[in-house]
């Protein structure tokens, strides 16, 4: 079972940037082979598609409410894939999940095999 541990998450204020982070375990994970991608959730409504990367990292996908403010990318030496959001909306504001083992172009949540736990982003108008 992979494991896969985000951080960065927190409140911040509209406007203002964060950088997100999700280590993945060595022992369960292999990195490196995998497609990484990052969702969200706000309270009641659907998984959602953010961003995603392919597994050498030069194939990126954007989720039409983030592009243009938002930045995926990953260091396969480090086991960590990475989202920038800048320009922070209150609607950005959700639980945002890691994961991995996807098509890098899927932007359907089903479709990926490994989940993070989640780090909660609230933006503040």
């Known amino acids: 079972q992979a494991q896969l541990v985000e951080s960065g998450g927190g409140w911040i204020q509209t406007g203002g940037s964060l950088r997100l982070a999700c280590v993945a375990s060595?022992?369960?994970?292999?990195?490196?082979?995998?497609?990484m991608g990052w969702f969200r959730q706000a309270p009641g409504k659907e998984r959602e598609f953010v961003a995603s990367?392919?597994?050498?990292?030069?194939?990126?996908y954007y989720a039409d409410s983030v592009k243009g403010r938002s930045t995926i990318s990953r260091d396969n030496a480090k086991n960590t894939v990475y989202l920038q959001m800048n320009s922070l909306k209150p609607e950005d504001t959700a639980v945002y999940y890691c994961?991995?083992?996807?098509?890098?172009?899927?932007?359907?949540?089903?479709?990926?095999?490994?989940w993070g736990q989640g780090t909660q982003v609230t933006v503040s108008s």
């Open positions: 994961a991995g083992g996807g098509a890098p172009d899927s932007k359907t949540y089903r479709a990926w095999a490994y």
């Open positions: 060595e022992r369960t994970f292999s990195f490196d082979r995998y497609a």
């Open positions: 990367i392919s597994w050498n990292g030069f194939r990126l």
